[in-house]
């Protein structure tokens, strides 16, 4: 898969921040994506520890311009998502009010 091979695996540096996977970006990881081929699914998850060497780190920047290629699902489990949608819905009842 092309898009794949986009993102090279760096080494975690030991004891510091993880970095992201995308080629050239300096940006410490904020999220992690797991790939399924024959279901074709995409996994985003909050960084595991220890790292999931069959995972890809991607700092917060490339998450969310991460686009899956067609056809493929993407399953965002991330926690930080939940905050999100529970401040759209704390923002909707105070429009509505
Ligand atoms: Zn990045």
Do not use: K, N
Request: proline residues 12%; hydrophobic residues 35%.
């Amino acid at each position: 898969m092309a898009f794949l091979e986009q993102l090279p695996r760096s080494l975690p540096t030991p004891g510091g921040p993880r970095p992201c996977s995308h080629a050239g970006c300096p940006s410490a990881a904020a999220a992690t994506l797991a790939f399924d081929y024959a279901t074709r699914r995409v996994w985003l998850h909050e960084l595991p520890d220890p790292p999931d060497p069959a995972s890809y780190d991607l700092c917060s920047h490339h998450t969310d311009r991460f686009r899956p290629p067609r056809g493929w699902e993407v399953e965002d489990h991330r926690a930080t998502l939940d905050r999100r949608l529970i401040e759209d819905e704390i923002f909707q009842a105070d429009v509505s009010i």
